[in-house]
């Protein structure tokens, strides 16, 4: 009776199986004649030359294999070539495309077909899985900064210029960089205000339980409306509010626009932030807390310099969340006047035009994926070794 091979990393497996079925039957590229009509599908074996195709199948052919045969560990020269996997496929891809339109119509486009995604989702699911466990610590991220470092030139060098998706960036660079900025603001704005908001409450409903059961029955209230929902909720009551003072309309606050978005967003924020102060609190040691009692410390200086340094990773995680859920939701802002990236993506959904809403949303995930990452960095720079 044969045996059957001993699976390693089911994640690892996921991933291969992911990377393995984008170069076949999905399509890697679209030709477009101009940027509305249907287009014409490309996949790998004519979108690539041979040695770029084989790389790929070696490429992942070697980790679907790895994921059933070997150590668990990762070694170094499995490491490499994955974090340098990224900037490979997007100079193929942009060399493609050029190629593709060398021969094209003027208005021609060439996009990204639904196999470049699936390839880029089965990269991150690769790396995520590889950098989990390989051991040292220091050493991985030099692979992976060389790597980031490549796609960022690959960017600004103009290889990707020929791609549809960036073709509409160049068009709209400055109404870009303003919704960006939007986008940004808005996030902020909203994410500060539940911070200064959250973190009191949350000590309050610590120190006081009858509290703790009203407080968080409204915030989970609150999570339970749809964002666009309560976006109509505030237009009328601040629309009436900005009609009866007008010092308020001067200072841009009404119905629509900026002023609805950073008050919903705050309440969605709200819960996360004070749901982890509670948390965190909650969970200091009543040991450590004795030991500052026995040491002469008033309640302000156990807070101080007790309980909210032993809670500030777990704070730190509520506001993780709070950030990232407001990044995805003041896309939908953009329904209001409020701005941002969901500008691009509702422009797109009026057009019919695939790459003006990838516009929107990419640098969207890419901003939830970035600012995830920023918070988990400082959130393990604030745990203490013995805690990790």
């Known amino acids: ?98 190629r593709i339109l060398s021969t094209a119509q003027p ?86 205000l539940s911070t200064l908001g959250g973190i009191p409450l949350g000590f309050a409903v610590f120190r006081r339980a009858w509290l703790r059961e009203k407080v968080f029955s409204i915030l989970n209230i609150v999570q339970t409306i749809p964002s666009l929902a309560l976006f109509g909720l505030l237009i009328a009551p601040l629309s009436l509010l900005a009609a009866t003072v007008p010092l308020l309309k001067e200072m841009g606050i009404q119905g629509i626009g900026w002023t609805p978005a950073v008050i919903a967003l705050t309440l969605y924020a709200m819960l996360p932030v004070v749901r982890n102060t509670y948390a965190g609190l909650a969970g200091v040691e009543p040991e450590l807390v004795e030991a500052g009692k026995g040491m002469g410390m008033s309640r302000v200086q156990l807070l101080v310099f007790v309980e909210l340094p032993r809670a500030f990773p777990i704070v730190l995680g509520g506001l993780r969340i709070a950030c990232v859920q407001n990044v995805g939701n003041t896309a939908v802002a953009a329904l209001i006047g409020a701005g941002g990236l969901g500008v691009f993506i509702f422009q797109g959904l009026g057009q019919s035009a695939l790459d003006l809403i990838m516009l929107g949303a990419v640098p969207t995930i890419l901003l939830a994926v970035g600012v995830d990452a920023l918070f988990q960095v400082l959130i393990r720079l604030v745990t203490p070794r013995g805690l990790q």
């Open 107 to 192: 208005y021609a486009r060439v996009s990204m077909g639904p196999g470049i995604w699936i390839s880029a989702v089965a990269l991150f699911i690769l790396l995520v899985d590889l950098y989990s466990r390989y051991g040292r610590e220091k050493a991985k991220y030099l692979p992976l900064g060389t790597s980031a470092i490549l796609v960022l030139w690959i960017s600004a060098s103009g290889q990707l210029n020929d791609l549809s998706l960036l073709t509409e960036l160049i068009q709209r660079k400055a109404r870009f960089a303003a919704e960006l900025g939007n986008h940004l603001w808005i996030t902020g704005v909203s994410v500060g």
């Open 1 to 98: 009776m044969p045996v059957l091979p001993h699976l390693r990393s089911k994640v690892l497996l996921v991933g291969s199986l992911l990377g393995l079925s984008a170069a076949w039957p999905l399509d890697f590229l679209i030709f477009r004649e101009n940027r509305i009509v249907e287009g014409q599908g490309i996949p790998l074996l004519q979108a690539a030359p041979w040695f770029a195709w084989l790389g790929f199948f070696l490429f992942w052919g070697y980790f679907l294999t790895r994921s059933f045969s070997g150590s668990e560990r990762i070694r170094a020269f499995e490491l490499v070539p994955a974090a340098l996997a990224p900037p490979c496929l997007l100079f193929f891809l942009g060399e493609a495309a050029t």
